[in-house]
C-alpha cells in the first residue's frame, strides 16, 4: 500500500482547518511532520490535494473528490482497531444541534446516551441550522438535529418529529387576553425573533408568508433565551418552539397568543454525511433518535 493511515488523518485535519499548522496541532504532531506527510502523499501519486489561496490551504477539485473516502477509510480503520483491541464501547460520538433542540433536548438525550453507553465520548456543538448543516457537510460533526430546512447534496436528511411555534407576549400585554388575533393585529405588532438562518425563524417567516414585509421586526436575537427576557420586558412579542416556551408559561411569565389562522407547525431533521462511515456510536444514536418518539 503506498500511502498510510496517518498521511490519511494529515490530509483530513488540513482539509478541516486548511492550515498545516493548525492541523499538525490536532494531530499533536510537529509541524515538519504533518507537512513532510501531506508532500510525501502527494509526490507517492504525483498530485496536489490543496490549491494555496493566501495563507490558506483549499482542497483542490481531486481533494474534494477523495475526501469522503478517506474519511471513511480512516473510520472504517478505528472501527477496526477497537475491534482488535476487544474494545466493546461505541466510541466517539459528535453531535450538532440547532439552540432549541440543544438547549432544551440534546442534553437530556445525551445524558440518555451515556447511561446506555458508559464509555462513549460525546461532545455537542450549538448554533443554528445553517452552521449544524454547513459543519456536517464538511465532515466537522457526526450527526446534525436540526429544526429547519437544509438542501445539500452531500446530506442525507431525514424526518425526526414534529414541533410547533407559538407566538407569545408578556402577561400585561394589550392583546394577551385575545380570543384569536388577526393579520393586521400581527403587522402592528413591534415583533423580536431569530436571526436568519435558523430553522426557527425559517418557520416564522413561513407562516406569515403573504404579510411578512409588513411585519414590523423590532430586533433579531440568537438566542431563544433572549428572546423570552425581551419579550418579558415589554419590548415586543416573540414566536419560538412550543418546548422553548412551557417553563414560562407554567410560570406565568410569559403568555400564548392565538394565531389560529396561521400555520407554525414544522419539522426536526436528522442529517448526516452521505459519504460518513458510521460508526456504532453514530447508528446507536440514530436508533435512539428514531426510537425516542414512538415510545
Known sequence: MRYS??????????????????????LAMSQSAASGALKELEGQFGVLLFDRVGKRLQLSEL???????????????????????ADHSVGDLEVGATLTIGNYRAVNMLADFRSR?????????????QSIAESVARFELDVGLIEGEFHHPDLDIRHWRGDELLAFAAPGHPLA???????????????????????TRQAFDRAMHGILTDLNIELELQH?????????????V????????????????????????RDFSREWYLITHRHKYHSAAVREWLAMCQSEWLD
Open 63 to 85: 481533494g474534494r473528490q477523495l475526501r469522503p473516502r478517506a474519511e471513511s477509510l480512516l473510520a472504517q480503520a478505528r472501527a477496526f482497531e477497537e475491534a482488535l483491541a
Open 5 to 26: 493511515l496517518r498521511q490519511l488523518e494529515v490530509f483530513l485535519a488540513t482539509a478541516r482547518h486548511e492550515n498545516v499548522t493548525r492541523a499538525a496541532q490536532a
Open 238 to 261: 416573540g414566536c419560538l418552539s412550543r418546548i422553548a416556551l412551557e417553563d414560562a408559561f407554567n410560570r406565568g411569565s410569559l403568555v400564548p397568543l392565538p394565531i389560529r389562522h
Open 117 to 129: 453507553f458508559p464509555g462513549a465520548r460525546v461532545a455537542l456543538r450549538v448554533a443554528n441550522t
Open 177 to 199: 387576553r385575545r380570543r384569536a388575533l388577526q393579520d393586521a393585529d400581527l403587522v402592528a405588532l413591534p415583533w423580536i425573533v431569530r436571526e436568519t438562518g435558523s430553522g
Open 224 to 236: 431563544t433565551e433572549a428572546i423570552k427576557r425581551a419579550v418579558e420586558a415589554g419590548l415586543g
